[in-house]
C-alpha cells in the first residue's frame, strides 16, 4: 500500500523495452516523473495498447497481433512498483482480441515530459 502513497525520489519510472531487440538489452527509455502511481501504470498500459494497435494490421487473428506485437511492439513496465505495477501479460489477450480507441491509446496525454515541455514554453 505504501506504494501508491509514496514515490520513489524524482516519481515512479516507466521503463519502455523493446520486443524487436533492437535496442541494448532491449530498454528503450526509463521515463521518470509519474507523480503517483495510478499516472505511472496508467501511462504503461496506454503505451502498451498504443504498441499493439501499431502492429495490428486489417484481416489480423488475434494471435496473429500478438506474434507481430512480441516480435516489433514495445513492452512497458513501472519500476519499483512490485505487485502494484500494471503488467502487460494480464491483459495481452484482450488487447489483441479488442481495438484500442484513440483514448485508450494516448499515452501522450499522460507522458509527464509533456508537463515539462509546457513548463519550459511558459
Not at 501511462?43 to 495498447?49: G, S
Not at 501499431?54 to 506474434?67: F, M, Y
Amino acid at each position: 500500500m505504501s506504494e501508491t502513497l509514496f514515490a520513489p525520489e524524482g516519481g515512479w519510472r516507466v521503463r519502455i523495452i523493446d520486443l524487436s531487440g533492437g535496442a541494448e538489452d532491449n530498454i528503450v527509455e526509463d521515463i521518470g516523473g509519474f507523480p503517483d502511481l495510478i499516472h505511472a501504470n496508467a501511462f504503461a498500459r496506454a503505451y502498451v495498447r498504443d504498441s499493439i494497435e501499431r502492429c495490428r494490421s486489417a484481416g489480423l487473428s488475434p494471435k496473429e497481433v500478438l506474434q507481430a506485437w512480441f516480435a516489433y511492439g514495445e513492452d512497458a513496465e513501472v519500476l519499483e512498483a512490485g505487485e502494484n505495477g500494471w503488467r502487460s501479460a494480464n491483459e495481452l489477450d484482450d488487447f489483441a482480441a479488442h481495438r484500442a480507441s484513440e483514448m485508450e491509446r494516448d499515452w501522450r496525454a499522460l507522458d509527464p515530459r509533456r508537463a515539462e515541455d509546457e513548463d519550459a514554453e511558459d
